[in-house]
């Protein structure tokens, strides 16, 4: 969807939905690829109203039995992912609360590079699982095992991960140089591609919903 067009179906919009596009949560993360919001829904009180300009993905860290804005009910797994495009919803956890990631995927040219590495590819790897793939992304669950350092490995694309567990997760470059960082459940980070290393839960637990942008 365009600018323009984007901006007349705003403009169309009821005068009560738009004063809840005004309550919609600022991104916790925009930039030039990616808008992601966090939303935590309560039980039968209907979420923030989001209008899409374009193509989504909704993340799925806490999930259940959630109802759409057009009145479509879906169960959803914890780590589980959905995708869609344009419009404007507003979500509604039926019975339990529920915890959404919206990822906005902006209409710009792929950073996907190539891997001259001679290593692997990020994912998959052992253990993963995809969830959820399509031409513009792939997503996946993991979870890091102690003791159990991932291969050295590339990066080749973007990646919005949103963390599961509450743990640290030291990162070793080729060079051998090691950062530790902790994260806590529902941390939201975005990384960049071009990146070698290998990756090893030091403390605590960790799993993630990782979206590759392709």
């Not at 949560?25 to 300009?53: E, M, Q, S, W, Y």
């Not at 997503?139 to 949103?162: I, K, L, R, S």
């Not at 941390?187 to 942008?213: C, P, W, Y």
């Amino acid at each position: 969807m365009n600018k323009t067009r984007f901006c007349a179906l705003l403009a169309a919009l009821p005068a009560l939905t738009q004063s809840a596009l005004a309550q919609t949560p600022a991104p916790v993360i925009d930039n030039a690829r990616v808008t992601v919001r966090d939303i935590v829904l309560a039980p039968g009180k209907p979420g923030p109203v989001i209008a899409h300009a374009g193509d989504y993905a909704v993340l799925y860290l806490q999930g259940g039995r959630i109802r759409s804005s057009d009145g479509r009910t879906a169960n959803h797994p914890d780590g589980g992912a959905a995708f869609g495009h344009g419009g404007v919803t507003s979500d509604t956890a039926i019975a339990a609360p529920a915890h959404e990631i919206v990822v906005e995927l902006k209409d710009t040219p792929s950073n996907t590079v190539p891997n001259t590495t001679g290593l692997p590819p990020a994912f998959p790897r052992p253990g993963s699982k995809m969830v959820l793939e399509n031409d513009r992304m792939r997503v996946w669950n993991y979870a890091w095992v102690p003791g159990q350092p991932t291969a050295m490995h590339f990066h080749d694309t973007e990646v919005v991960v949103v963390f599961r567990g509450d743990g640290d997760i030291a990162s070793t470059t080729q060079d051998g140089k090691t950062v530790v960082a902790h994260h806590s459940p529902g941390d939201i980070v975005f990384n960049t591609a071009n990146r070698s290393h290998s990756e090893q839960v030091v403390k605590g637990a960790q799993s993630g919903i990782m979206l590759e942008l392709k």
